[in-house]
């Protein structure tokens, strides 16, 4: 009996212990990749939801991101990679040329006219935490940078005073960036896995784009790819006293 209750509390503790642990936040790591997985189209030609990644503009001011509001995002040179900054991308009016290159997303096509995603401030975080997203920029039509970090504030009435539109200095309703730039981040923890991103912002009001105060969803979807581990100093050490060894046995073959 006694090994019978004894069994018993190993098992509940057991349980206790992986539970709290599968409660626990999972983190990424500086140098971790993930990727940008290009998303379906239906026939019309609009991005399918949760098939990959995109972001979606409320360019007709609804409170919505409809399917035609949405543009497909794919796989620039690097993904999103932990822990780094990138320079912005191409950036010009027309749609994307075979030229055009960027690191975290592929150049896309928005009004006619060609933007990227790039990376001002490092990205870090967690799956309970959210990403810090603060860093997160877009250069379109040749603006060099639009800074999408700011995350989004319910600023109220139009004359409470709460928010200011900072080109003209007056009072706004509606949404504006505060600077939180926190997305929501979900992965298990296993290298090779797909993650989801999801983040909200607001185009800055009074930005040269003419889309300021309008509504930005972004979604990223991919799979987890772990840094390539740095050599330790002792393989550093192996491969040298390789290397030596070589030199000898054919310094020995000369001589011979």
Known sequence: MNFKKTMFALAVGSAGIVGSMSAHAVAVNAGDVLSIQTPSLNGSGYVIAGTGSFFAMDTNGDGFFKPAERVALSQGTTGLVIGTTTTAGASHGGAPIATDTNA???????????GSDFIASPVTGDTTNGLDFSGWRVTWNGIPSINMGGGTQDCGSTSDGVCINPASGADIGGIFNNGTGMATFAWNGIYGDTYTIDYSAVVPQGDPSGFGGVGYSLHLQGTV??????PEASTYGMMLAGL???????RRRARA
Request: aromatic residues 16%; glycine residues 8%.
């Open 225 to 230: 790819t772990a840094a390539a581990p740095v």
């Open 104 to 114: 975290v997303t592929a150049p896309w096509n928005f009004f006619k006219n060609t």
């Open 244 to 250: 030596g060894l070589v030199g000898f046995m054919a």
